[in-house]
């Protein structure tokens, strides 16, 4: 061939020759499908970690650090400080106040009592009240009040002033006798002044109690009671919890034995006397503390155990509850015997000083928040900052120890999200969802446990209900119906399957709820006749002879088993009352009089609740959100089976439903399973429905009465009010977390358990 | 395209045979007609299948073969729109008779399928599936019988080490010969066999047209098949179908050494088809 041909001929090759345009757009597609493919992925990813970001802090525990020891006069016996810690004060043994600044050790203010002749034989203060107590020695109360002034000048630098204001002492113990020790509380009602003495080495301890009566002038009139004596019958004293409501007492004796006491009004009575430590050798209580919320205390011992009691309500011999001190935790063993245990503000941590240890522990979950060295003196007093991002030590050999606390979750652990937890005032361990009330003092309850619980409830309800007929619909559909019909129902199913699940919720709540709860029975009759008016009609038509059935073509059968069971169904809702009246009669409550109502017949033979938005509506209504996606894709499995296979199963002699069974289902397995599957990752995600079709009551019983809160409604219902940050917020995407993880697990499962049975059951 | 006899016709080798006499007739169909809502697809069918013979029917695509075949189980009852006339029966009895249940009438007449379609299961569990639905539960009744058609079907020795295999597992020959064993294992008395062999290679069609030969001791054996060699080979006597209408029906030999009508010994030669 000669190249001029070639030439002559324009580029004879370029029919074969791929267009640049082609090979463009071949490149750009993949690269586009590339980058969607990894965006999915990392969109996944990213959003785990985000969880796990979210997550991650609950569970670091605290960070303490030293920020310094001020030096301060040996005969230190007790300390205060101000909000920020810039100026704490000591009071000396003899009652001198001494404030010193803690950036550099310098003395601020150094104020001295005139005492008139008394000498200071007891000192207690109390930091965050700004009061210190001085007990005399004639038995007298001197109460101080330290007041920090801040102040501004021009260049708008804060200067803080402190003040000590003395008041009237107050004859409180028996005239004559040293206190020895002297407390201060606080009750609504009243305040309460207590100290010590003693008298021919047996402890005396005495209070007054000082009324405050606003005057007509606006003037503040303060009645003082006649001293009396609490706690006669207290064979020793080696030391005495006040919680700071003055509401009970704990009287600690050297033997081991606690001895409480409850306020009636004029003074103290006698409660109960427990022995913490009488299984140990050795049952002396080392250290005591009470911790905030003044319900709960904890003791030391000896060797270092710990035990945490609470008042809670306990049933009395003669039946009736009252509210009695018991034993609701057993802390983890200390490195020695305790040596005191201080209470943290605002919540239920506690500082625990043993064998030269630190331990921050959380009373309610036991966790360890944090754990350190203790200095070298003996430590006497221990006060953390009302938002507890300090704490402050005296020890004995004069040296203020000053710490700062990181601890954003001091109440969450493991064992606050998963483990059984007995909380305060509880009567016991219980896993408990509780994360806001109205008081201050209220302890949050973060267990996930009841969440899943509702999340499983709720999902085994919806499968229990859509399962059956979704599979049973998709069978039906794929193998008996006439194509005509399969062809309408499809896409109506699919329509189903796109109804917004706020709109199912909706129905449920505030219609179907209301509408089934009078006629429960009735609807359990419509329902349960179903499936024997079924199979009684498929007995009767195989009773009929060939000749009548034959007027049916295959796959019309429905049009007279439709309006049969319809019949049934009617019937048995209109039977419902009848046989309520028949089976549920009970003695109405209220008016004595016997009545029919099964709502009332189930909280009285069973003892639980009903509530009319309960698990049923929910699995009902959850149902439906379920049955269209199941049915799809079971149907789709079913009817991708191939006819060769049918008909060969026809051909040997099986009948339908044999061939349907032994056949036709096993062959579409695995598409049956992913749709269950789907499903049932639809009905564990699902918020809506439950948030709108039940009371959301994070309760575990299996009461199908009763409502539920899922994970899913959990985080819709409590996300909005919850604090960026807090523990609430982390801990509802700890359920998130474990939402995801959930439907993560049950997914792989499937598709390992699809990919088993697809290759068990390959079609050719 | 010459008038004379195609070469192909002389290659064709008729088994002869001294069976083929004195056997009764067996199925009888008699002036059967078969619409597919309008379309009539059969017309006027008369034919009697002796016991214990091989009928193969033959005739060009779309001539009802597979229809007429289908009906003798009424695997065509699924389909809508479908109406007959004159009659079926076997052994005397119509399979129309509105007391027969089609089920019992599939278990006296089994099927092979153009193309082998054994079940997701094990090779076991095809075999035996007819007698479980059946409601055969006794393990030794089913081990025997899942040995002995596994045997008649020439397959146990292939076989008999993995019965628990799944069946996909095995070639395109072997699964054909397992769907054999599988209809013959709940023992019909009729075997329908449709272009058995369409989908295999010469190799494995030799191995089922020798079992065809061997089977044919215990059961009726109606064949259809578009292998005029083939027909030649395994059957005792032939219909040629042609447009629905049966043109010919005689003994093998005849039809293929001395057709009576010209469109026989057209189709035969190879001039249409
Ligand atoms: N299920 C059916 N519905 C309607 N027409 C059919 C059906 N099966 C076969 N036919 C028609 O009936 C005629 C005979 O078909 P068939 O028996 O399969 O022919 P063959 O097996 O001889 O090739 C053909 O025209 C075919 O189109
Ligand atoms: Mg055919």
């Known amino acids: ?764 | 395209m010459p008038a004379t006899m195609n070469p192909a016709t002389s290659r064709i080798q008729v088994r002869p045979s001294a069976e083929r006499e004195g056997r009764k007739d067996y199925i009888s169909i008699r002036d059967y007609g078969f619409w597919y809502g309008q379309k009539k697809a059969l017309d006027a069918i008369s034919l009697d299948i002796p016991e214990r013979q091989v009928v193969a029917f033959i005739g060009p695509s779309g001539c009802g073969k597979s229809t007429l075949l289908r009906n003798l189980n009424r695997m065509n009852d699924l389909v809508d729109g479908i109406s007959h006339e004159g009659d079926i029966t076997i052994n005397g009895r119509s399979i129309y008779d509105p007391g027969l249940e089609v089920i019992s009438l599939r278990r006296r007449v089994g099927m092979v399928f153009q193309k082998s379609n054994p079940f997701p299961k094990s090779i076991y569990e095809n075999v035996v599936f007819a007698l479980r639905v059946m409601g055969v539960r006794d393990r030794s009744i089913l081990d025997e019988a899942c040995e002995t058609s596994l045997r008649k079907a020439a397959l146990w020795d292939e076989v008999k080490d993995r019965l628990q295999d799944s069946a996909l597992g095995l070639s395109g020959g072997q699964m054909q010969r397992l769907c054999i064993a599988r209809a013959i294992a709940n023992r019909p008395e009729i075997l329908l066999m449709d272009e058995p062999c369409s989908a295999l290679d010469p190799i494995a069609t030799g191995k089922i047209e020798e079992l065809i030969h061997e089977l044919k001791e215990q059961f009726t054996i109606v064949i259809v098949t578009h292998s005029m060699q083939q027909a030649a080979r395994v059957s005792d006597r032939t219909a040629f179908f042609y447009l629905g209408k049966q043109i010919e029906y005689d003994t093998t030999e005849k039809i293929f050494m001395n057709p009576s009508q010209a469109q026989t010994e057209a189709y035969i030669s190879g001039r249409f088809g």
């Not at chain 1, 360890?368 to 221990?382: D, E």
Request: with cysteine.
């Open chain 1, 1 to 764: 061939m000669e190249t001029s041909d070639k030439k002559a001929q324009p580029a004879p090759e370029s029919r074969f020759t791929v267009s640049a345009w082609t090979l463009a757009t071949d490149r750009w597609m993949g690269r586009v499908i590339r980058v969607g493919g990894v965006g999915v992925v990392l969109a996944v990813f990213g959003m785990l970690a985000f969880l796990i970001f979210q997550v991650f802090p609950l569970f670091t525990g605290a960070k303490v650090a030293s920020v310094g020891v001020l030096k301060v006069p040996a005969t230190a016996v007790a300390f205060g400080e101000d909000e920020y810690g810039d100026i704490p004060y000591v009071v000396l043994a003899d009652g001198k106040v001494v404030f010193q600044r803690a950036k550099d050790g310098s003395t601020a203010l150094e104020w001295v009592p005139s005492l008139g002749g008394r000498t200071v034989t007891a000192v207690r203060t109390y930091p965050r009240a700004g009061q210190v107590f001085l007990g005399l020695s004639d038995g007298a109360v001197q109460e101080l009040r330290v007041v920090y002034r801040s102040s501004f000048d021009a260049a708008g630098k804060r200067t803080v002033e402190p003040t000590v204001t003395a008041l009237e002492p107050m004859q409180v113990g028996r005239p004559g006798l040293p206190c020895l020790e002297v407390w201060n509380a606080k009750s609504p009602q009243a305040r309460l002044m207590l100290v010590r003495q003693e008298v021919a080495g047996q402890p005396l301890l005495t209070a007054v109690r000082l009324t405050e009566r606003k005057g007509l002038g606006g003037k503040a009139k303060v009645t003082q009671s006649e001293p009396f004596v609490v706690a006669a019958d207290a064979p020793s004293v080696a030391k005495v919890l006040l919680p700071s409501t003055a509401e009970s007492l704990l009287i600690i004796g050297k033997t081991g034995e606690v001895r409480t006491y409850a306020d009636d009004g004029k003074g103290f009575a006698f409660l109960q006397a427990f022995v913490p430590f009488k299984d140990s050798p050795d049952a002396a209580i080392t250290a005591a503390g009470m911790i905030f919320g003044n319900v709960s205390v904890v003791f030391t011992g000896r060797s270092g155990e710990q035990q945490i009691w609470s008042m809670y309500p306990q049933l009395q011999p003669d039946g009736k509850s009252l509210r009695r001190w018991g034993k609701i935790h057993h802390g983890e063993r200390l490195a020695g015997p305790g040596a005191g245990i201080y209470a943290a503000e605002g919540n239920k941590c506690y500082l625990a000083v043993a064998a030269g240890e630190l331990r921050l522990i959380n009373m309610t979950t036991g966790s360890l928040r944090w754990q350190g060295a203790a200095p070298q003196g003996a430590i006497t007093q221990v006060a953390f900052a009302g938002n507890y991002d300090r704490f402050t030590a005296l020890s004995a050999d004069g040296q203020l120890h000053r710490w700062t606390v990181v601890d954003h979750h001091p109440e969450s652990s493991w064992s606050a999200f998963f483990g059984k937890i007995w909380y305060e005032g509880a009567t016991e361990p219980a896993y408990t969802w509780q994360s806001s009330a109205g008081s201050d003092e209220f302890e949050a309850k973060y267990s996930l446990v009841p969440l899943f619980y509702g999340t499983v409830k709720g999902t085994i309800y919806a499968l229990l209900f859509a399962l059956p007929i979704a599979l049973t619909a998709a069978v039906y559909v794929s193998q008996f119906l006439r194509p005509e019909y399969r062809q309408v129902i499809k896409p109506v199913m699919e329509i189903m399957a796109s109804l917004p699940s706020v709109v199912l919720g909706f129905l449920a709540g505030l219609w179907l709820a209301p509408l089934v709860d009078p006629r429960l029975v009735s609807l359990f009759c419509a329902i349960g006749i179903l499936a024997p008016a079924a199979l009684s009609a498929g007995f009767l038509w195989s009773a009929l002879p060939q000749r009548l059935r034959r007027q049916v073509a295959p796959g019309m059968e429905f049009l007279w088993l439709l309006p049969f069971l319809a019949l049934c169904a009617w019937a048995a809702w209109q039977a419902g009352p009848a046989v309520e009246a028949a089976l549920f009669t009970v003695k109405d409550s209220a008016s004595g009089l016997p009545i029919a109502d099964f709502r009332e017949w189930w909280r009285q033979t069973t003892g639980e609740t009903y509530d009319s938005r309960n698990s049923l509506v929910v699995g009902f209504v959850m149902g439906f959100a379920v049955i269209p996606i199941v049915f799809t894709i079971a149907e789709d499995a079913l009817s991708n089976v191939p006819n060769s296979l049918i008909s060969g199963s026809l051909a040997l002699g099986a009948s339908r439903w044999q061939t349907v069974w032994s056949v036709v289902v096993p062959t579409a397995i695995s598409g049956i399973v992913s749709g269950v599957m789907i499903g049932f990752g639809r009905a564990i995600g699902e918020t809506m429905i439950v948030v709108m079709a039940t009371g959301n009551t994070a309760v575990m019983d299996s009461n199908p009465f009763s409502g539920m809160r899922t994970l899913s409604a959990n985080i819709a219902v409590e996300l909005p009010e919850a604090a960026v940050g807090h523990t609430h917020y982390r801990a509802l995407f700890l359920g998130a977390c474990c939402l995801f993880l959930l439907t993560f697990v049950i997914n792989t499962l499937a598709e390992v358990l699809r990919q088993r049975l697809r290759e068990r059951y390959k079609v050719v």
